[in-house]
């Protein structure tokens, strides 16, 4: 498995970083219920002077401003929000993580809370469905059946339990802007407050519903608390990233004079400095970014890569924050402290993708801004068209003052025009759920990203999510992603009787000793790899771009010794046999590069062929690409032969591989496919890739890529394998999906709920919605939502062996 580097360790740019023209504000917001309340918040914040675009998430509860450099203060911005209604916090970046810290504590409380209120919310369920028991004569139990008990517990519901509800759907009306409490509190209010005419003057013959509002309370408080829990149990992978920083660290003195085995000093973790020493005992969390200088231990860096099998760490390698010591005590050196660690990086990236929306949701939102105003319309339509006209036209449904069945509640013969008319209007009111319609982009990407951390997939958005969704080409870079970015030695020719394969490596690797080219580092790796000791030799001379030769004791003689390509041979006065050449020629159109051993004056003893291999999983990984019905092609700057060979070894046509291509060139092509109508993801990973990269429609970086690659990419593969592209086409097209049920959920349940609690049936069959079964439609249809969402989590990951 890679291991990160000490020297560089890797680096995100948090998506909430912008260019020096423009400032991005989060805040921290509360109080929202549905989609009405976010349109609320982003068209206050887009009304600020100076602010470009607000985004809302109503599951994070969190608002990502962007503004004009100076142009707006996050105090201003907070003010606007109150204006709205809701209360805001703007969220610090002074890099010690203590903001989404304090969120994950007060998430934590909140969930403690909600088991009370569980238990509130089904006793009142109990409670109210005894007054209807008590309709149909059914049970009867002294005091708890009584009219007055349930009128005292309405009266008590309204003002304890659900007060906040009722405070809340008030101001809406006042400030313009109702949402989903207005609309609940109207409902349960009415129905309280006719109960209570009816009690206080009984020659009305109305009926007493005060078990109604109660019901209808307790659904809405039901469904609250189970949504809240299923949104908690939706944000787990943010939660849980949050949870793995670390909270001490112990600081040690220089473990090159001191040791290891010292007695450190605790300090909190956000304290540390670059540069300083950290001991880490086995069992602990690695408290920072660094790298080991003393020890050997094995680490668990799932939480960062997805992948289970623990990792070696030794002196000199790369060792990242919040990820767990499972062997040996180790001495790191810091390199990354705060918000510059890996961990907070990719922190701060999650919580971005969970907060920018997908373009499907725009249709949501928009339609939601009007939910509330088209239902309160509905409602009093209702009530007219009954009270006017409904129960006029149909006097069966009036006389079945008898018969006419709420969904299990029975009208009496005494209820009137108006009884009925207002039962069915606040039904309307009730049973109508922008909630789902607000929950159902969201809470499927907080589950999708979520899940795309768990597994190393780090997705900038719920537009990338959906972006990938309508993939239809994948193009390749190659050098350092379809192939492994290191350059191997593939084969060694000798060419002469009394010499072997060892003999030729081991002078190749004693003339590059001096040297530093990716080719001299193959061919050093090699030889070390077969344990092969480096010749004596001095006299060296490099010439860039065709060899080095220097004078070398061979078999106790100093013979001079030339190692480069044909022209270099050439200019040492070593002659090339047609044999050679052929040999060479045959090597070079397989994709390899040749580097010809000469030895005295006048022999070439052997060839050295160097390539940069393709990644094990690359050609399985392309044929399933191509199984999918997507189109894959290739671009690089690497010679024309080198290209075909690769495209031969990923079973591809000469024609979907293009070579010797620019960094502009890379642009350009990309930009063309997308010119044609093709939707373009490039997987790339060096600085050269990072203009093509923006210019798709997706990028996609390897975690191994430089970090102006990574800063510009889409989607970041952690794991440094190729067949995370593969889970991330998978996990994007099964969140898209669940935003369409979700979405098409939302739709059809409010255009079948509606008009039934609006009384579409009583004319046929005599039945429609009570205001308490409404409420608890209402209720089910958001946590129906919340929960589809959470059925993403079953969506299998790929066997990354299977591809190896």
Request: charged share 15%.
């Amino acid at each position: 498995m890679p291991v990160l580097s000490p020297q560089t360790p890797p680096q995100f740019v948090a998506p909430a970083t912008v260019g020096s023209d423009r400032q991005t504000v989060v805040l921290n917001v509360s109080g929202m219920k549905c989609a009405g309340c976010v349109r609320a918040v982003e068209k206050g914040l887009a009304q600020v002077e100076g602010v470009t675009s607000a985004t809302v998430n109503l599951v994070t509860e969190v608002a990502v401003v962007e503004a004009q450099s100076d142009a707006v203060t996050a105090e201003t911005l907070a003010d606007a929000v109150a204006q709205a209604g809701f209360k805001a916090t703007p969220r610090t970046s002074d890099g010690d993580g203590d903001d989404l810290t304090a969120w994950v504590a007060a998430k934590r409380a909140e969930q403690q809370q909600q088991g009370r209120r569980l238990g509130v919310a089904i006793a009142l369920l109990i409670l109210s469905t005894l007054g209807h028991l008590r309709h149909f004569g059914w049970l009867t139990v002294p005091i708890l059946s009584d009219l007055w008990f349930h009128a005292l517990l309405a009266t008590g519901t309204l003002a304890f339990p659900a007060r906040d509800i009722l405070v809340d759907g008030w101001q809406g009306i006042r400030r313009g802007a109702p949402n989903m409490n207005t609309l609940v509190a109207l409902g349960s209010g009415s129905a309280y407050l006719a109960s209570v005419v009816a009690l206080v003057f009984p020659a009305l013959g109305w009926e007493c519903f005060f078990d109604e509002p109660v019901m209808l309370l307790a659904f809405i408080l039901l469904g609250r608390t189970l949504e809240q829990r299923a949104r908690y149990r939706a944000a787990d992978a943010l939660r849980s990233l949050v949870e793995l920083q670390p909270a001490v660290a112990r600081l040690i003195s220089n473990p090159a004079t001191a040791g290891v085995a010292q007695t450190g000093v605790e300090v909190p973790a956000r304290c540390l400095q670059v540069g300083e020493w950290v001991q880490v005992l086995p069992g602990e969390k690695i408290s920072a970014d660094g790298t080991v200088v003393t020890g050997q231990t094995t680490v668990d860096e799932s939480m960062l890569t997805g992948e289970s099998m623990p990792v070696l760490k030794q002196a000199g390698d790369g060792v990242t924050a919040g990820t767990l010591n499972q062997g040996g005590a180790i001495a790191i050196q810091v390199t990354g402290t705060g918000q510059n660690t890996v961990l907070a990086q990719m922190i701060r990236l999650v919580e971005t993708a969970q907060s920018r929306k997908a373009p499907i949701q725009r249709l949501a939102d928009v339609i939601s801004g009007y939910f509330t105003y088209g239902v309160l319309s509905l409602a009093t339509l209702t009530f007219l068209f009954w009270y006017f006209v409904g129960l006029s036209l149909w006097p069966s449904v009036m006389d079945s003052a008898l018969g006419m069945a709420h969904m299990g509640h029975t009208m009496t013969l005494t209820s009137s025009t108006l009884l009925v008319s207002l039962k069915l209007a606040i039904a309307v009111m009730v049973v109508a759920c922008p909630c789902a319609l607000g929950l159902a982009t969201p809470t499927a990407i907080l589950v999708g990203s979520g899940m795309g951390a768990e597994r190393g997939l780090l997705l900038r958005g719920g537009d990338s999510l959906e972006t990938i969704h309508h993939l239809d080409t994948v193009v390749f870079d190659k050098t350092g992603t379809l192939t492994q970015g290191q350059p191997q030695v593939t084969a060694i020719h000798v060419l002469e009787d009394g010499f072997t394969e060892a003999d030729i490596l081991q002078l190749a690797a004693t003339v590059e000793s001096g040297t530093r080219h990716p080719l001299a580092q193959a061919i050093h790796q090699a030889a070390a790899e077969q344990a092969l000791d480096l010749l004596a030799a001095d006299d060296f001379d490099t010439q860039p771009g065709l060899g080095v030769a220097a004078q070398v004791t061979w078999r106790d003689e100093t013979l001079s010794c030339a190692l480069g390509n044909q022209l270099w041979m050439e200019q040492q006065g070593l002659e090339l046999s047609d044999a050679v050449r052929e040999r060479a020629v045959a090597l070079a159109s397989a994709g390899q590069t040749v580097v010809y051993v000469g030895l005295g004056d006048q022999v070439v003893v052997g060839v050295v062929a160097i390539a940069d291999l393709l990644r094990p999983e690359a050609a399985a990984v392309v044929k399933d690409l191509q199984d999918q019905g997507l189109q894959v092609r290739v671009l690089t700057g690497d010679r024309k032969e080198v290209a075909a060979a690769i495209a031969s070894q990923l079973n591809l046509s000469p024609a979907q591989v293009t070579a010797e291509v620019s960094p502009q060139g890379k642009v350009d092509a990309i930009g063309q496919l997308q010119a044609e109508g093709y939707t373009v993801a490039l997987v790339g990973d060096g600085i050269n890739d990072a203009p093509a990269l923006a210019q798709a429609d997706v990028g996609i970086s390897l975690h191994s890529g430089s970090d102006i690659a990574m800063e510009t990419a889409d989607v970041i593969l952690m794991q440094n394998d190729l067949t995370g592209l593969l889970d991330t086409l998978t996990l994007s097209r099964a969140t898209f999906n669940k935003i369409r049920q979700n979405l098409a959920w939302a739709f059809a349940y409010n255009l079948v709920a509606i008009p039934l609690a609006a009384g579409v049936l009583l004319p046929v069959a005599g039945v429609s919605l009570s205001p308490a079964a409404a409420g608890g439609m209402m209720a089910f249809s958001s946590v129906a939502v919340v929960v589809n969402s959470l059925l993403l989590r079953s969506v299998p990951q790929r066997n990354i062996i299977k591809y190896r």
